[in-house]
């Protein structure tokens, strides 16, 4: 499996003020850095400003001085480049690399992720089944037996989600 060359950073949301700047939704403002550049849809640019909190970060990029330059690209995803992320601890994934993945446990084929939730307690894997609605697998050990990336694969124990 191939990893994405651009990760995402956020979303761009509703305007802050009247120079472009704008509020990022659904973001990871610790990705953004105004060493490296952003890509928003086929256009690359630059960050020009990083403000606001980590729970609310605001964001302006330099294609957007106004706006109404800023309009159409609210609801955008932000990307910025894989390579200028800090690497990840063992046992760490970007949501991005673990879907589509095959889902198992042990020979039996349960499903395949649909994406990464955030939920309060700890971060779940929707897996989307054939018929059977879909299966939410939180990342614990108990759960979780392992991820290979490179096979394409994560191995459940269905047992410990009382679906066995």
Do not use: K
């Not at 928003?40 to 609310?56: C, H, N, P, V, Y």
């Not at 990307?79 to 990840?88: D, G």
């Not at 697998?137 to 096979?151: G, I, Y």
Request: negative net charge; proline residues 7%; aromatic residues 4%.
């Amino acid at each position: 499996m191939t990893e994405p060359e651009w990760l995402v950073a956020g979303r761009v949301g509703r305007p802050h003020g009247l120079d472009g700047s704008f509020h990022l939704t659904q973001g990871r403002p610790e990705r953004l850095s105004d060493e490296h550049p952003v890509r928003i849809g086929e256009r690359e640019t630059s960050l020009e400003r990083l403000a606001g909190t980590a729970d609310r970060p605001i964001v302006r990029l330099a294609l957007a001085h106004n706006r109404e330059e800023l309009a159409p690209l609210r609801g955008q995803e932000l990307l910025v480049p894989r390579a200028a992320i800090p690497p990840l601890e063992e046992d760490e994934w970007y949501a991005t690399d673990l879907e589509g993945l095959r889902v198992s446990d042990g020979e039996r084929p349960v499903g395949v992720v649909r994406t990464l939730l955030a939920l309060p307690s700890c971060e779940v894997l929707e897996v989307e089944r054939d018929g059977d609605g879909d299966l939410l697998v939180p990342l614990v050990s108990d759960a979780v037996r392992s991820v290979d990336l490179e096979a394409g694969s994560i191995d459940i124990d269905l047992a410990f989600l009382g679906e066995a």
